[in-house]
């Protein structure tokens, strides 16, 4: 069952891990959308023949796992952190390809103002936000970005306007910085959204080879894990949920945002 | 050919920063540091660096924190209350071994105990050195930044308010430095190379998961960094009967009046110690083998006096003869701040069997 098939003159390869993942097992749950979104950055770093001068910084989350398995250099930063860190390191190697991979906990929660202020700025980074809506990480706490009527262990019963207040949509929020020239929502659950956060990656980071201004992109993946969901239901819960609340597409895409 | 110049102790750090290459400087307004990010924002551009007025403390230590992680000087200034909020990333830059130099312009000398013990989580430890001068500030940053780099560790350079505001002649003499290892764990772009990991929490490597050897080479080197860079200034010590002991700006006005004491026929020495981490607990126990009593004169509550404590191991008696400090303005230049107090207090501790 698990022998691999042995090839054939007609079969040919259609699919395969990117050359900058390192290794194919990650220690996430199963159903975390995490590792697609990564597999799709990695994907694009290499197509675009960024590797070589790739710096990622990364936040502190479940995705913090992923730095030991890419094989470009990154930046650990501290929670919340990592869009100042990554201006620093824009700033002094302008030339370096660098992107910011965060969580909602990390850059809605804990690091709102850090994200606001590099986009109002302009930095010349590329920001990713991976948004589940939940803390994963400590097992399924609210962040600001959990919908309404969300169940997590900090908002038993569900998220409640009342008790717990609305959640942040932190693109449309990015999207009215006159800094930010690229904005985009996109999400893991389906093949046909995958293909569209590669694309909507894709011109986030042309965005910044072009120098153009801030560059953004949420997306959304699942957490059946601390959705307390089976993992094959982790799609679907988010299509009847996080999508709901967070619409999909191109939120704004501005030439010379910068001036 | 190197001439001297008058400057404001900020000013003149911040320039003794540029000349041994710092490039990349972020800061947030707050007395009395504000100057170093004056003198930064006009002349960085000039030299081809960069100078960030970020939106926060926090947000100026990340901004930092990336760029000498690319393996550029840089450097970083407040006051103790902003370096409060910026404890998180001083304690992991130690972990994560990047090298930056920071400078405290205290208000008062309150910020000794955050200075050496710092407020951050873990078994960090920051080099700490403590001007008493425009001069000796100007000297001690151009070091700070080969002692960051030579170690792998954050420096920090404690002043004060009278450092970061008197103007003094200074001369700008960058001691030639001895080679440092190029920077290969600093994050470049895998430059054809393997990627590598720069991070508190763990290993350079990819694919590594030896986390405790990663770590350990954080505190591993502390013992060496003490053996290596202690730095102490002393006098009259060898025959006195009591040694004062007093850091920074006010170890300044203590020298003056241990001269003073001597004139009166008082067998006074002093202790500086410059590093305050390490701290020179030799020159104490020396001084407290052989005087008949220790007095310490800090402005603060007593912060430095345990680490006398400790150096002194109880062998002579010891008097605080400092105190909290303050004017109207809150910035820690006090009354207690007089040459005329100071000698008072000596006069009131000396040994009474020696007088």
Redesign the interface.
Known sequence: MNQPLAPTPDMRKVFDKPD?L??TEHSLCPGCGEPIALRLMLELIQELGL?????C?AGIGCY?AF????????????HG?A???????????PD??VFTMQGDGDMVSEGL??VI?SAARGERFTAVVLNNGVFGETGGHATATTVLGQHTKTTPGGRNLELHGNPIKISELIAQLDGAAYVARASVHTPSSIKLTRQYLHDAFQCQLAGRGFSFVEILTMCPTDWFVPPEAGPGWLADNLKKTYPLGVIKDQEGARG | MSRRVLMEGSCAMAEGALQVGC??Y?GYPITPSTEILEYMAVRMPQVGG?C?N???E?????????????G?R?MIASTGQGISLMQ??FA?LAN?QIPIVAVNMCRGQGDYFQATRGGGHGDYRFIVLAPASAQEAVDLIQEAFYLADKWRNPVLIMGDFLLAHTSELVEFRPSDELELPPKTWA??????R?????????PSE???TDLASALGKVTEKHPAIRAAEVRVDSGWVDDADLVVIAFGFPGRFVKYAVRLAREQGLRVGYVRPISLWPFPSAAIAEAAARAKALAVFELNAGQMIEDVQLAALGRVPLHAIGGISQDHSGFGVGPALTVENILGRIRDVYPRAAA
Not at chain 1, 51 to 55: A, D, S, V
Not at chain 1, 67 to 78: G, S
Not at chain 2, 187 to 192: C, D, E, M, P
Not at chain 2, 194 to 202: C, D, E
């Open positions: 900058l390192l290794k590797r070589n001068r790739t710096i910084v913090t730095p030991m398995i890419m094989d470009v250099d990154v930046l650990q930063a501290l952190r869009p100042s860190v990554a201006t620093g390191a824009k700033r002094v190697r370096a390809f103002q850090e202020h | 490039r990349f972020a960069v960030m970020a939106e926060s926090i947000e100026a230590i990340g901004m930092v924190w990336g760029a000498a992680g690319c550029v840089s998180e990333s992991e994560a994050t470049t772009g895998a430059q054809g393997r990627g590598i990991t720069l991070s508190p929490l763990g990819k694919l590594s």
